[in-house]
């Protein structure tokens, strides 16, 4: 399951932005954003924050698990 992934996807899709744009307001390049929605890495710290400040996540939403 990839559900931080999926999440970041979805938060990114939500407000209608390519990877590129998202990628960018969180200052990760597009490859390593392509690669969080994947689950193929997870994101850093640094742009957990990023998210949070960017997109007023709320971080214990992004690691809830899903049922």
């Not at 969180?26 to 990023?50: H, M, N, Y």
Request: glycine residues 4%; hydrophobic residues 35%; positive net charge.
């Amino acid at each position: 399951m990839n559900a931080i992934g999926d999440k970041v996807k979805a938060i990114r899709l939500q407000h209608n932005l390519k990877q590129v744009t998202f990628a960018e307001k969180i200052r990760i390049s597009q490859g390593r954003l392509s690669e969080i929605e994947q689950g193929k890495t997870k994101p850093s710290a640094e742009t957990l924050f990023e998210l949070r400040k960017q997109f007023n996540v709320d971080l214990n939403w992004l690691f809830e698990e899903e049922n």
